[in-house]
């Protein structure tokens, strides 16, 4: 399933999340707050989702989304603004993740972004483990793993417009980055269900601290 393809949905779910109250970055030269779970467009057109954020060995503040969002050079905005908060520096297709630069003075890196905690990065969960998917559309759906695989897993449960980059968590701890989805083929015994695709995190850890460029050594905020 292509993650543009329910991109009114994703316009639905923006427009009740930016009317409730949760944290949206004021116009640009203000302050600018920032956390796993944020809902960003890349390159101008790709809604997707801030994975984390936190900082590398080098100092510099970093995050990570999906790597179908966009290439390196892309620009980043805090959906809902005009306010570019950074670019992708590098990525990954493979593991299907990319890196942010975040370049914007004025700006809070949070732990708890609208009630979503990323509070340090999990031990890798396994199969049947109970996970929670937290996407714009598909905010905090938790589900059991159904495959249990490395560098990728699956988990039961709805994949929508904006979900790449979504993070996955085990009891507010980072154990995934969400890339895509399915559903999977129903029989005569079961109905089809949905499923969500996700890169674990402890992989794209190694990979990032395998090199010496953006995202190495990352530590999220609140760890």
């Known amino acids: ?36 779970g944020a809902v960003i ?13 936190g900082r590398d060995r080098a100092g510099g503040t970093v995050g990570f989304t999906g790597a179908q969002c966009g290439g390196p050079g892309a620009s980043v905005a805090l959906a809902g603004t005009d306010t570019v908060v950074g670019t992708i520096a590098a990525v990954n297709g493979d593991l299907r993740y990319a890196v942010i630069k975040f370049d914007v003075p004025d700006m809070i890196a949070a732990s708890d972004y609208g009630g979503i905690a990323i509070n340090g990065i999990g031990p890798d969960p396994g199969f049947d483990s109970l996970v929670c998917k937290f996407g714009p559309t598909t905010p905090g759906i938790c ?33 995934g980055l969400v890339y895509g989805g399915a559903v999977s083929p129903g029989n005569r015994f079961s109905l089809p269900m949905p499923l969500t695709y996700f890169t674990r995190f402890s992989a794209i850890l190694d990979d990032v601290n395998a090199g010496d460029g953006p995202g190495n050594g990352f530590v999220p905020i609140g760890s």
Do not use: H, K
């Not at 990728?152 to 968590?169: L, Y």
């Open 41 to 53: 467009v890349v390159d101008g057109n790709s809604y997707c989702t801030l994975t984390t954020i």
């Open 1 to 36: 399933m292509s993650y543009r393809v329910t991109r009114w949905r994703l316009a639905l779910a923006l427009a009740l999340i930016f009317g409730v109250g949760l944290p949206v970055a004021p116009p640009a030269a203000a302050m600018v707050i920032l956390g796993g």
């Open 143 to 175: 589900n059991r793993i159904r495959f249990d695989g490395w560098p990728r897993m699956t988990m039961w449960g709805q994949f929508e417009a904006g979900d790449v980059g979504a993070p996955v968590t085990v009891d507010g701890l980072l154990v």
